[in-house]
Each structure stands twice: as structure tokens, then as C-alpha cells.
């Protein structure tokens, strides 16, 4: 091939591209190529030559084909021997370099090297061919991938010798067409899918020949819409490791991600949240559902309500109260003998009634001024608490300072009564529960009273019931949590209020795929009108309504009062526990009281028996 034919046939190969990027790869099999080389270095700034003598260099190839500095297409033209296309395009699949952004220029003057071509290249490698037929005569090939998911070259135009007037070709359809709008129809396809069974992500089921085909979920409506309007079938296949996958610390990719990272599935969908590493191997359509993950916990226990008479007031404010109690009698006791002592001085008189500081009691009935000051300070602070409980007064107010202690302290007891009693009647008749587990710090303070953090790990279903057999808090997504909850515990979960990293779920395909921007597309049409959330919805509207049929079935005509809310229940025994403890202690120190003096009284008697005697 002459210098002159070689530049106008690459200069015809290249019309489209005015202002992208060139790399011209040569090798020693195309004598002439000098020519292209400096017209290429001329008019295109951004011109990389690679010499494949005898195999082009690979490092320098590599990075010419991964390092991108715009979003601008890369035309790559390949002027060399079939062994030379065929070790670049092999060395193109072995690192997985298939990227849309790449377009391979290939002039070929061995008359197999399309058959050749076909072996090598995969889907997202989009080639242009300048085939020769006779030496006056080429005809240009693009590749495609047929309904057999088979890479195929389809003629779109010839390039040949007008007689005279030099080269010139024609085309009927572009080398190059659109990638989305030629993706729209993927012409019935069979693609492959990867998933494994996350209702109510993917529900996969298992035939009895072992093949995996889809049920139910929001991915399987996505994934059947989208073959609905590109027109593909799709067919299930499970990983080998049952999982979703990822990078691995030494380097390999597993489950479903690495699957489709080498290309032995077309895409995965299956609440796959994009992730930074995960990028690194496959590409993310756009996500499509973005989920937050929460905890779901059990319910919080009702408070044990044994000691409520205890509830309405802090352990500091009881502390205080018996405080103030004891200080009382005292205090009247101080103020009522000051006075005592002041009215004995002033008054000179011998009355009786004035030298007599309490009552004393003597068989139930009160006796004034019998044994003066000896027993006031008991009697006071027995009063004082007589009043706290709201039981009457029985000491005479006979003094101006007295009086005001005793007007204060009536005070305080109405008010202190009145807020315990309101409080108790509230604590009583309503339940109440243990703090619920609503964000990570409860978590935490929960982890004292025994929760365990449990993420999933092979079932869901295992790890529900861990939630409800150990108490445990499962850390999750809030779609799978939410319907796994309303599945297997009915109504006896908490989900927690507060929701923290958000995921956001995408369908993964193979590195560079070239359908990835036409899935975007539908994608985005299906987000955007709702459909994707309207599904999600669906799921939970179907779950709860025969959940609910579950439980009014197992319920018979409980159900009915279960809707009436909260009904109001008689106190029990257990919600007036507090109150007998009181008593029950008060009665067992009574009787070591008793049973003290029994003791004391016989010891005094054989002791003053034994000086007798
Ligand atoms: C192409 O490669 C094959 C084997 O890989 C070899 O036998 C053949 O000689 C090569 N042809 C040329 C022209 O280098
Ligand atoms: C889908 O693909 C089949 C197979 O190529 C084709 O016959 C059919 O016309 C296509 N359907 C649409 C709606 O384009």
C-alpha cells in the first residue's frame, strides 16, 4: 500500500473525529506509514505513536488506553499485521480494557483478519475495519453483537479508487453509531443476570432441574421493565459463593460483583450498593433506590411496675423529702422549746399548762403537759410525718413561731401530695417502657444492659431471629429490615427512628460496558416517574395485608380489640407491690423492734434476778 493511499484511507476512517484524541499504533509489516504519522502529529495536538516492533510496547499501550484526561473518545488506529492486531486486542481483554470511550481504527490488508478479529474481541470493544478486498477496493466493518450475543462485523461501506480523481468511500450508515440509541434494541438478546435469592429485592427460585429463575421483587421489576423496553430477555444465575462480593484484601473479586467483573454475566441486580472499591472493578448504572440503614431491635420491655409507688419522684427528691422530714420535728421541737423557755422567764407565774413543751399520748388519747420536754422531740417528728401523709396534726399550735412552722409545712405537704399522687395515677395507668433502641448512641447504652450489634451474615431470616431469641439489634437496610420485621415478627419489633448511611443501589456491569448509558436512560425515566417506588411500596403493601390476614386468622375475634388501642386495665397486684413491700418492711421491723426489747427486758430481769440473788 502506497503512503499516499494509507493517509487518505485513515484520514476517511477518522471524519468524524475533528477534535478528538489520536493514537496511531504501527508496526515494521506497513512500510509507509511515515506519512500518517507526521500529518497525524500535525493536526491532531494530542497524538500518541506507538511502534509494535515486533509486539507493540505494552506499558506505553496501557497507559494510552487507561489514562483519560477529558471525557473526550479516544481514537485508536491500528496499522499492523494481523499477529500484531491480534496480540494488542487480546492484551485489550486480558486487562479488561474495554471502555466506551475507546474506538479501535483497524486497516487490514490479510483478507482473514475479520475471522480473526471475531475470536478476540468482546463486547464493548467497538471496532471499524477497513477490510481489503481487491487493492483498489475496501470495505468497512463495524462490529456488533447479534441476537446470539456473538460479536459479528457488518458491512457499512466501501472506499475505493475512483479512477482519476483518487480515493473516496462512502458510507451508508456511520462506523460508530450512537451507543445509546443502538443499545435501545438489544434485537431479543438472551442476557445473563446475576442474583441470589434477597427478597424483596430479587426472590429467586430454584426449579427442579436446578435452573434459577426470578420471582418477585423490586429488582425483578426493574430488570423485566427494562428488557421490556430494550427488548432482551434475561436469564438468572446464581454465584458460585452465594454472595454479593467485592474486592478482596489480596486482590481477587468475589460473588456476584466478581462475576460480572469478568464478564461472565451482563449485569447484577440485586440491592448491590455502589461502593468505592466495588467501582474499581465494575461499572455502576446510575443508582435507582437509595435505602438508609437502620437498626431493628426488639421492643422496648414495659417497665417492671412492682415499685411504682417509687417512680413519681428521683431517688434524689425521696433522699430529700426524708431529709426534710426528720429535720421538721426537730425544728418545731427547737422553736416550740425556745419559746418555752423565753414565756417561763417573762412569765413568773407558775402555770402549768406554759412549762409543758407537747402532748404525750396515754391509752390513745392526748394528755397535755404530763411529762414536760422529755418526750417533744419524738412526738414532733412523729407529727411532722403524721401531716406528710396527710393525716392531721395533733399538736397544739401554741405559739406564733410554732404556728408559722407548722402553716409552712402544711404547705409543702399539700403540694408534695398532691404531685405524688397525680403522678403515681399516671405511672399506674399508663405504661411505661425501657428506652428504645433509636439511633447508634442507644445502641451503645444499650450494650450495657446486655444487646448485642448483629449485621447479616449468610441468612436474614437467621439474623431476625437472633433479634428475638438473644436480643440482639440487627444493623441493616431499612427495606429488607422493614419487610424481614413485618415477615417474621409480626408486631414485635422496633425499628429504629433514626436512619444513618445512606446506600444508594445500582445495577453493576461489566467494566466499559457499552449498554451501561442506554440502562441509565430507561433507568432514570423509571426513578423519575415513581415506578421504582411504587414497586418498593407494593412489596410492603402486599406483606402487610396477608401478615395482617395472618394474625386475624390466629387471632379469631381478638382482633378487634387489638384495634381499639390501648384499653384501660384494672391495677393488679404487681402495680401495688411497692405499697406491701412498705408494709411487709415496716411490720418485720416492728417485730425485731419487739423482739429486741423482749430480749433486753429478760436480760435486766435475770440480771438484776442474779444481784438479788
Ligand atoms: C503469526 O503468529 C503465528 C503464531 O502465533 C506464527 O506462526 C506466524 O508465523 C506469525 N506470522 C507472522 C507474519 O509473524
Ligand atoms: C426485538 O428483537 C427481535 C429479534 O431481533 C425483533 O424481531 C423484534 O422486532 C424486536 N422488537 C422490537 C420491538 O424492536
Redesign the pocket.
Known amino acids: 500500500m502506497d503512503a499516499g493511499k494509507l493517509l487518505s484511507l485513515v484520514l476517511f476512517l477518522l471524519q468524524p473525529s475533528q477534535h478528538t484524541e489520536v493514537v496511531i499504533i504501527h508496526d515494521y509489516t506497513v512500510p509507509d506509514v511515515k506519512e500518517v504519522v507526521q500529518f497525524a502529529t500535525e493536526r491532531w495536538a494530542a497524538t500518541t505513536i506507538l511502534t509494535a516492533t515486533p509486539a507493540p510496547d505494552l506499558s506505553q499501550l496501557l497507559v494510552a488506553l487507561t489514562s483519560f484526561h477529558t471525557n473526550d473518545l479516544r481514537y485508536m488506529v491500528l496499522l499492523c499485521s494481523a499477529n500484531t492486531t491480534w496480540t494488542v486486542f487480546d492484551m485489550v481483554s486480558r486487562h479488561n480494557l474495554e471502555s466506551r470511550r475507546l474506538r479501535w481504527l483497524v486497516v487490514g490488508e490479510e483478507p482473514d483478519l475479520a475471522e480473526t478479529l471475531l475470536h478476540i474481541v468482546r463486547e464493548g470493544t467497538m471496532v471499524g475495519l477497513a477490510a481489503r478486498v481487491t487493492s483498489d477496493l475496501y470495505t468497512m466493518h463495524s462490529s456488533y453483537v447479534d441476537?446470539t450475543n456473538q460479536v459479528r462485523f457488518q458491512e457499512m461501506g466501501i472506499w475505493k479508487d475512483e479512477s482519476g480523481d483518487g480515493w473516496s468511500g462512502s458510507l451508508h450508515r456511520p462506523l460508530f453509531p450512537d451507543i445509546v440509541d443502538l443499545y435501545l434494541?438489544f434485537?431479543?438478546r438472551q442476557l445473563v443476570t446475576m442474583a441470589k435469592d434477597n427478597w424483596p429485592f430479587f426472590e429467586v427460585k430454584i426449579l427442579e432441574d436446578g435452573t434459577a429463575v426470578a420471582g418477585r421483587g423490586i429488582d425483578v421489576n426493574i430488570i423485566s421493565t427494562l428488557g421490556h423496553y430494550l427488548?432482551f430477555t434475561y436469564r438468572v444465575e446464581v454465584p458460585a459463593d452465594g454472595q454479593w462480593g467485592g474486592v478482596q484484601e489480596d486482590g481477587t473479586v468475589t460473588g456476584m460483583v466478581g462475576e460480572v467483573a469478568s464478564r461472565r454475566a451482563h449485569f447484577a441486580i440485586d440491592e448491590i450498593t455502589i461502593t468505592a472499591s466495588r467501582e474499581t472493578v465494575v461499572d455502576f448504572s446510575y443508582p435507582y433506590f437509595f435505602d438508609t440503614t437502620t437498626l431493628v431491635s426488639r421492643p422496648p420491655a414495659e417497665k417492671n411496675r412492682s415499685l411504682a409507688v417509687f417512680y413519681p419522684f428521683s431517688s434524689f427528691t425521696w433522699i430529700t423529702v426524708v431529709l426534710v422530714t426528720l429535720l421538721m420535728g426537730p425544728l418545731g421541737y427547737l422553736f416550740s422549746r425556745v419559746h418555752h423557755q423565753l414565756t417561763q422567764t417573762f412569765d413568773s407565774t407558775h402555770n402549768e399548762r406554759s412549762r409543758n413543751v407537747g402532748p404525750s399520748f396515754d391509752s390513745g388519747r392526748i394528755k397535755w403537759g404530763s411529762e414536760p420536754g422529755l418526750r417533744g422531740v419524738e412526738m414532733f417528728c412523729f407529727n411532722m410525718f403524721r401531716t406528710i401523709i396527710i393525716q392531721g396534726n395533733l399538736l397544739p399550735a401554741s405559739s406564733w413561731p410554732l404556728r408559722l412552722v407548722f402553716f409552712s409545712w402544711y404547705a409543702f405537704c399539700v403540694i408534695l401530695y398532691a404531685v405524688y399522687a397525680g403522678t403515681l395515677t399516671a405511672y399506674l395507668t399508663k405504661p411505661s417502657f425501657d428506652k428504645p433502641i433509636n439511633s447508634l448512641e442507644d445502641l451503645l447504652a444499650a450494650r450495657e444492659r446486655g444487646v448485642v450489634a448483629a449485621v447479616t451474615s449468610g441468612t436474614s431470616t437467621e439474623t431476625i431471629f437472633k433479634v428475638v431469641e438473644r436480643n440482639t439489634a440487627w444493623i441493616s437496610g431499612m427495606v429488607s429490615l422493614e419487610i424481614y420485621a413485618i415477615r417474621y415478627l409480626g408486631e414485635n419489633y422496633h425499628l429504629s427512628l433514626n436512619s444513618f448511611y445512606p446506600q444508594p443501589y445500582g445495577i453493576a456491569c461489566p467494566p466499559g460496558a457499552p449498554y451501561t448509558p442506554t440502562l441509565n436512560l430507561v433507568l432514570g425515566r423509571m426513578v423519575q416517574s415513581g415506578l421504582v417506588d411504587k414497586w418498593h411500596r407494593d412489596e410492603v403493601t402486599k406483606l402487610k395485608q396477608s401478615a395482617d390476614k395472618r394474625m386475624d386468622e390466629g387471632q379469631g375475634g381478638k382482633s378487634s380489640v387489638r384495634e381499639e388501642g390501648v384499653t384501660v386495665k384494672p391495677l393488679a397486684l404487681d402495680h401495688l407491690q411497692g405499697a406491701f413491700y412498705i408494709l411487709g418492711c415496716g411490720a418485720l421491723l416492728a417485730a425485731n423492734v419487739l423482739f429486741i426489747e423482749v430480749v433486753t427486758h429478760y436480760l435486766t430481769l435475770s440480771h438484776s434476778n442474779t444481784r438479788t440473788l
Request: aromatic residues 0%; without cysteine.
Open positions: 441476537h434494541n434485537q431479543g427488548n
